[in-house]
């Protein structure tokens, strides 16, 4: 299979593609999406673009595509290609161990024998157990030259903070292109021209933390009104006490469940529209965007940080999330979040 035939991934293979065109191929890749497989497909078209005989070749005649057919093609289908080196999770345990990821690490340390890369995929990273993760630590902190490592999950937050920062994420298949509810978008657009507008001092940021507390606060009033409107307790008023403190616990149980899910959808189209800065710093142009409506402030933020900064933005915005879905205070996880935002 060629890239030109993984059209459920196009996005992030477009991504990848013009990242090949531009000479931008990174050292690291985290490739996230719900099918394993799928992620292990686009990792057999990059390897084979990158050592094809015959690739197809883009605008600057650099390859962005395999053949699908030359030798080395096949040999790297098949998995016996030398200098492409695969680990997955040991069939008992279902975890990745520390022994795999050294046979790895100096596998990828000698020099390539037939191909001008060498390339190790590590399919289902969250199963790496963390002390073989910090064995990989260093590796993927200074690859070697001429070396591509490529990290395959389907649950991509289960991967240690340490992985995810030293990887370029690209995300693949169903769920890469979200839709959003016109609330969201109205609080991304507010939110973004705020970013642009304001200079990353500590007041800007702290207007930006203002913004999503209030939103906030503005959604958990909607959500109570909602659920008690809709609450037994709204229609009998002469209730044996007992009952009434069940319907009471469980009204507070839901409004609690339901902000909670909101909280986190709200998050998430902000990591999307971090994600557009990324993009925007890699300059891949405009239609891999997620909010092609209001593309400036992005492209403002963009041009004053770099993709290193971008990324790591992502990511804080991914440990917030899952510091939220513990019982950490909300207000303080949020100010600590958007503090080490790199907005410019
Ligand atoms: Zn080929």
């Given amino acids: 299979m060629a890239f030109a035939e993984l059209a459920e991934s196009s996005a992030g293979v477009q991504l990848l593609q013009r990242s090949l065109e531009r000479g931008r191929l990174g050292h690291a890749y985290l490739f996230a999406g719900n099918q394993l497989a799928e992620l292990e497909s686009v990792a057999h078209n990059l390897i084979k673009t990158l050592n094809c005989k015959s690739p197809k070749v883009g605008a600057a005649d650099i390859p962005v595509d395999c053949c699908d057919e030359c030798v080395n093609c096949r040999k790297i289908d098949n998995g016996n290609h030398a200098d492409v080196r695969w680990v997955r999770p040991e069939s008992k345990s279902r975890f990745i161990l520390t022994n795999q990821i050294r046979d790895l690490i100096s596998a990828i340390n000698l020099k390539p024998t037939e191909a001008e890369y060498k390339t190790a995929v590590i399919v289902a990273g969250d199963r790496m157990k963390v002390e073989a993760a910090n064995a990989f630590l260093k590796t993927l902190e200074e690859p070697p030259a001429k070396s591509v490592i490529i990290v395959l999950s389907t649950e991509p937050g289960r991967l240690l903070d340490t992985i995810i920062s030293r990887c370029l994420r690209l995300t693949f298949g169903s769920g890469a292109n979200p839709a959003f509810t016109d609330d969201q978008l109205r609080w991304v657009e507010t939110f973004s021209s705020v970013a642009a507008e304001n ?146």
């Fill in 199 to 344: 200079r990353n001092g500590l007041l800007g940021r702290y207007q930006l933390l203002g913004q999503i507390l209030a939103a906030l606060a503005d959604m958990k009033t909607a959500i109570a009104e909602r659920q008690e409107a809709a609450s037994p307790l709204e229609r009998y008023d002469d209730v044996d006490p007992k009952l009434r403190e069940k319907w009471e616990d469980e009204l507070k149980a839901s409004i609690e469940a339901e902000y909670r899910r909101s909280r986190g959808e709200l998050l998430a189209s902000l990591e999307w529209w971090l994600r557009d800065v990324w993009l925007h710093t890699l300059q891949l142009g405009d239609e891999l965007l997620s909010f092609t409506e209001f593309s400036a402030p992005a492209q403002t933020v963009a041009s004053r940080i770099d993709a290193h900064d971008a990324q790591e933005n992502i990511q804080v915005l991914e440990h917030t999330q899952r510091l939220l879905y513990t019982n950490v205070q909300e207000a303080l996880a949020l100010e600590v979040g958007f503090l080490k935002l790199k907005l410019g």
